[in-house]
């Protein structure tokens, strides 16, 4: 029996690149004030609206109730856990690429969001968590007394 491996010759490369990013992730995250750190990092899509933010994480693997969504003074926190599956008995070779352990997201938010009204849900290893915005104040017109 022979065994066929695929030649990738920025595999090496990539697998480096990765191990640098998880690296700095890792210190980024160990310096924030919470002290967390992750082991993995979801990749997240933020789209602007007029009235709204909506912020998407894919989290594939983690139940939605198992996520930690909070907002304090303006920094937006994602944080949960991908289990490692089980190894199965008889392995004789193995590739892993997804990650598993916790994960750590922290976002700035800007002031003009309604931090009381932000809501969150996770559907098919998405997150989506919604920011509105704060109704602006409009401009008062001052009538000039004479």
Same mark, same amino acid.
């Given at each position: 029996m022979s065994t066929l491996l695929r030649y990738e010759p920025w595999g090496l490369h990539r697998d $480096?690149?990765?191990e640098f990013n998880r690296f700095f992730e890792r210190t980024a995250a160990s310096d924030a004030s919470s002290g967390a750190t992750a082991d993995w990092t979801p990749p997240? %899509?933020?789209?602007?609206? @007029? %009235? &709204? #933010?909506? $912020?998407? @994480?894919?989290?594939?693997g983690v139940d939605p109730k198992s996520i930690e969504v909070t907002l304090? &003074? =303006?920094? $937006? *926190?994602? /944080? =949960? @856990? !991908?289990?490692? @599956? +089980?190894e199965p008995k008889g392995v004789e070779a193995k590739r892993q690429e997804r990650a598993a352990g916790r994960f750590f !997201? !922290? #976002? /700035?938010?800007?002031? *003009?969001? %309604? =931090?009381? /009204? +932000? *809501?969150a849900r996770g /559907?098919? =290893?998405? $997150?989506? +968590?919604?920011?509105?915005k704060r109704a602006a104040a409009q401009p !008062? &017109?001052?009538t000039v007394n004479h």
């Amino acid at each position: 029996m022979s065994t066929l491996l695929r030649y990738e010759p920025w595999g090496l490369h990539r697998d $480096l690149v990765n191990e640098f990013n998880r690296f700095f992730e890792r210190t980024a995250a160990s310096d924030a004030s919470s002290g967390a750190t992750a082991d993995w990092t979801p990749p997240v %899509d933020i789209e602007e609206y @007029a %009235d &709204k #933010f909506v $912020l998407y @994480a894919d989290v594939p693997g983690v139940d939605p109730k198992s996520i930690e969504v909070t907002l304090e &003074k =303006g920094v $937006l *926190t994602l /944080s =949960g @856990a !991908r289990e490692r @599956a +089980v190894e199965p008995k008889g392995v004789e070779a193995k590739r892993q690429e997804r990650a598993a352990g916790r994960f750590f !997201r !922290r #976002f /700035s938010l800007p002031e *003009t969001v %309604d =931090g009381e /009204s +932000v *809501t969150a849900r996770g /559907s098919n =290893g998405v $997150l989506e +968590v919604v920011i509105p915005k704060r109704a602006a104040a409009q401009p !008062r &017109k001052i009538t000039v007394n004479h």
